[in-house]
């Protein structure tokens, strides 16, 4: 900027005032069906007196650059938020992150929040700014790298920050259909990006040329004039299609799909290149061990995987082997539904050698044209016919470490326990460091571990419903590397809340889904079968494990239990004084029921059980504690109160006289009590035998008075 340092300090002064800057927003737009994901948020000068970076250049040479910063970002918080499922970039530098009070701009800025780290500093340090980082990402914001491959952002800081977003400069994006240079620096990002799971973003495209040319690349998103310019909320956008030259066409699938060395990336070339076309959301599924397991998808954050043959359209379509399209899948009762809004399905048998080994599936949000569903038959015709020569992929060394882990985890008898080693296996086996364990019967509350963990309890009954419907069919779900895919609607709580990497799996025991496994982190990671397959047979032995668990407290309790009266019995009564300690106060009551041989002789033995049933019940409506009442012998009870609180022993024996004794009256009984409360530090035992002194006394007393 030209002028003085005085006049520096004045336009930045005017700038930093309450009101002093403007917000523009600039579209960044897929390029595969051309929706707008996300818009970058661009402070500006209202007066037009100096351009974005005359700004910053003004306030960097008064040493105000952070001053002026945050003043973008009140700016920005102060405006709407963006429109529902699309995100908002805003820049910020590490200088403002380190900022005392920095992470509490957070709370004013709204939810689908991306930073994108600007280049106006190196960064030395990129393990101090994750830290600083931390408030801001356990928020539910995500990560962009600013100018990749060009400015101070190197590998390293991708590495380390792990963002979702790689943003490449103008500077490659110029001319780059014609540069082979600049070619060969986006090519390498975009397959880097693809390794970390990252989408690319590139900034200011502004030729037809240049967009035909990173479509054909694998770039994901784009900005720039050509698309939109910055504006007030929300600019327009202008259709992708038909900008580039030509549109991408199964001809030119041909070359790709010979380069593949194995199924899987041909699979993904053949994804891929239906992507590109825009609109559609393509799924390449193949059968593994009965199951169909999903080699390639596009344009959503979830795959849905292992599914069974006898479920959905790509089921049909595959036992069948006949081709499926659907025009309203409202119309369609076996279609499965994972996301919302769509309309139209196309799925088309894979065949090898003439053998149906899978099926090429197509969601679109709009209805299919004939030319598009040519498009997918060629692919699948074409993809049939790469698969015979090729390999899949296999991966042993997950199964290795499960090996590992699972003789320890069938040696767990105790359910809490098993909870805690699946959960400990699940992250160790993924990499991931948050797990979810939920089980359908409510008897236990859901379990999670891990800095997710919070997020994972939030998740709502209904959003675990969902998920449980959506895996009805499936071995599992997960997260497919798409940063702005569309998700299930039960995972949109943990995506907001920082979750970049998912994986849900049921757990099934005895034939039987009885439980949920949410594995998840807040980095992106590369799944596929490969790594999701032992987290699936991880849920398989979960299952069993949870179930023989359960087996065993039932055979503990029932040993505990008279299967009478549901009352502790005689052994866990002793356990129960045992376990009191040799301190604390304590009281000790033993129970007998009167005339009980004269009822059993009278009215017969099915009377009688009906009788010690009543003192049961009775018993335990009248305690604070089910497990305070036993019963002790044929027809004697017993209660243990511990702790300050217990009344006095002849107001609890005077209760449960009146409560029980009351309903043995009306069956032609009576009851005895005799209480007593523990002096000092004597053992329970003995309290136990003063307790039953007084009560053959009683009974004494009872018997020498005169019958009226």
Known sequence: ???????????????????GLAVAYQ?????????????????????????????????????????????????IAAGDPPPAETL???????ALLATPGGADLRAALPARLVLELTEQEEITDPEALRTILQPWVRNGVRLAIDDAGAGYSSLR???????????????????????????????????????????????????????GWLRSAGVTLAQGFLLARPGPPWPAVTSIHGLEPARPRSRGLAPTLDAARTQRGACEAVATHLFRRGGLMPSVYLERAGRLRCQAQRGLWQVLDGMVPSAGITGRTFRTGIEHHVEDVRHAEDYLEAIPGVVAELCVPLVA?????????????????????????????????????????????????LAETAASLAAVEDADRTIEAVLRAAT??????????????????????????????????????????????????????EATGRTVTASQTLRDAGARSLVALPIAARGRRIGLLVVTHRDPFHLGPEQVEPLELLA?????????????????????????????????????????????????????????????????????????????????????????????????????????DAAAPEVVAATLQDAVGGALRARGAGLSIGAARRRGTE?????????????YRNKAEKAARPVA
């Open 1 to 19: 900027m030209d002028g003085t340092r005085g006049d520096a300090e004045a336009l930045v002064d005017r700038l930093v005032a309450p009101g």
């Open 27 to 75: 579209p960044i737009v897929r390029l595969g069906d051309g929706a707008v994901v996300a818009y970058e948020a661009l402070s500006r000068d209202p007066h037009g007196a100096v351009d974005a970076e005359g700004m910053f250049a003004a306030a960097r040479a008064v040493g105000r650059g952070v001053a002026l910063e945050r003043a973008c970002l009140e700016a």
């Open 88 to 94: 908002l970039f805003v820049n910020v530098s590490p």
């Open 157 to 211: 800081q991708v590495v380390d920050l792990g963002p979702e977003f790689l943003k490449v400069d103008r500077s490659l994006v110029a001319g780059v259909d014609r540069d082979r240079r600049r070619q060969a620096v986006v090519t390498a990002l975009v397959a880097f990006a693809a390794e970390i799971g990252a989408d690319v973003i590139a900034e200011g495209v502004e030729r037809r040329s240049e967009l």
């Open 353 to 401: 050698d003439g053998v149906v080994v899978g099926a090429l599936n197509v969601e679109s949000l709009v209805p299919l044209s004939g030319e598009v569903q040519d498009e997918v038959r060629t692919c699948a015709r074409l993809l049939g016919e790469r698969l015979v020569d090729l390999p899949p992929e296999e991966s042993r060394g997950p199964l290795r470490r």
């Open 428 to 481: 160790d086996l993924s990499g991931m460091d948050s797990a979810l364990l939920v089980l359908h019967d409510g008897e236990r509350p859901r379990t999670a571990i891990g800095p997710l963990a919070a997020a994972l309890e939030a998740i709502t009954a209904a959003e675990i419903d969902h998920l449980r419907t959506v895996l009805g069919p499936l071995t599992s779900c997960y997260s497919a590397g």
């Open 540 to 644: 398989v032995l979960a299952g069993s494990c949870l179930a023989t668990a359960a087996t065993v407290e039932e055979l503990r309790r029932r040993a505990r239990r008279d299967p009478l009266t549901g009352l502790g019995n005689h052994s866990s009564f002793h356990e129960r004084l045992t376990r009191a300690g040799e301190a604390g106060t304590a009281t000790v009551l033993v129970l007998d029921i009167d005339d009980f041989k004269l009822v059993n002789d009278t009215r017969g033995h099915l009377v009688g059980d009906e009788v010690l049933r009543t003192v049961g019940t009775e018993l335990l409506a009248a305690l604070p504690d089910v497990d305070t009442a036993f019963r002790i012998g044929g027809d004697e009870f017993a209660v243990l109160l511990e702790g300050d």
């Open 683 to 695: 053992p329970l035992i003995d309290t136990l035998h003063r307790a039953d002194t007084r009560l």
